[in-house]
T-cell receptor
Framework: GAGVSQSPSNKVTEKGKDVELRCDPI?????LYWYRQSLGQGLEFLIY????????KSGLPSDRFSAERTGGSVSTLTIQRTQQEDSAVYLC???????????FGPGTRLLVL | KQEVTQIPAALSVPEGENLVLNCSFT??????LQWFRQDPGKGLTSLLL?????REQTSGRLNASLDKSSGRSTLYIAASQPGDSATYLC??????????FGTGTQLKVEL
């Protein structure tokens, strides 16, 4: 079956612009996660959605970051007024429930100039 | 706050050698421990998941163990092959299964 997909695969933007990153989880997976992988910080958790519950936003680094998940499926991560330190690979993962194996997408490589 | 450490940071071995990658974590209240591999420029591929009630999991040439009391997990790779060359990441699953990742071990298996 299809895995987790993310778009775009690469994004170059100018400092101060807004960007939207998209994640399509595996069909039927109720849990969806966003992570960020950067050279200085390694892989870090950003936000977690589980079913219809309120998302866990505890990993978001600032209020410029937000995410939503529509219809319990597709998720969009939005970064407003991008900064150079936002440059990283943004990874999305989904799992069948909140305790199962997480399956990762290929990531979106974001470069802020 | 959970902290996950992996040693060594890099490892180079000849083909056919058995090897062990180490992962340690500070908070034993984890739900599970997951091992991944990451190839350059790619996403993460799940290798093994050990639930907190389990001691080990096996898949092919891979065996992962979990000792919550000592805060350690190991990934054993038997008869290593050049195709095993990648970065190996361990991650502890906390509340909501949010993963806290180690910094990885970069493995190179040479012909």
């Amino acid at each position: 079956g299809a895995g987790v997909s993310q778009s775009p695969s690469n994004k170059v933007t100018e400092k101060g612009k807004d960007v939207e990153l998209r994640c399509d989880p595996i069909s039927g997976h109720t849990a969806l996660y966003w992570y960020r992988q950067s050279l200085g910080q390694g892989l870090e958790f950003l936000i977690y959605f589980q079913g219809n519950s309120a998302p866990d936003k505890s990993g978001l680094p600032s209020d410029r970051f937000s995410a939503e998940r529509t219809g319990g499926s597709v998720s969009t991560l939005t970064i407003q007024r991008t900064q150079q330190e936002d440059s990283a690979v943004y990874l999305c993962a989904s799992s069948l429930s909140g305790r199962e194996t997480q399956y990762f997408g290929p990531g979106t490589r974001l470069l802020v100039l | 706050k959970q902290e996950v450490t992996q040693i060594p940071a890099a490892l180079s071995v000849p083909e056919g050698e058995n090897l062990v990658l180490n992962c340690s974590f500070t908070d034993s209240a984890i739900y599970n421990l997951q091992w991944f591999r990451q190839d350059p420029g790619k996403g993460l591929t799940s290798l093994l998941l050990i639930q907190s009630s389990q001691r080990e999991q096996t898949s092919g040439r891979l065996n992962a163990s979990l000792d919550k009391s000592s805060g350690r997990s190991t990934l054993y790779i038997a008869a290593s092959q050049p195709g095993d060359s990648a970065t190996y990441l361990c991650a502890g699953g906390g509340g909501g299964n949010k993963l806290t990742f180690g910094t990885g071990t970069q493995l190179k298996v040479e012909l």
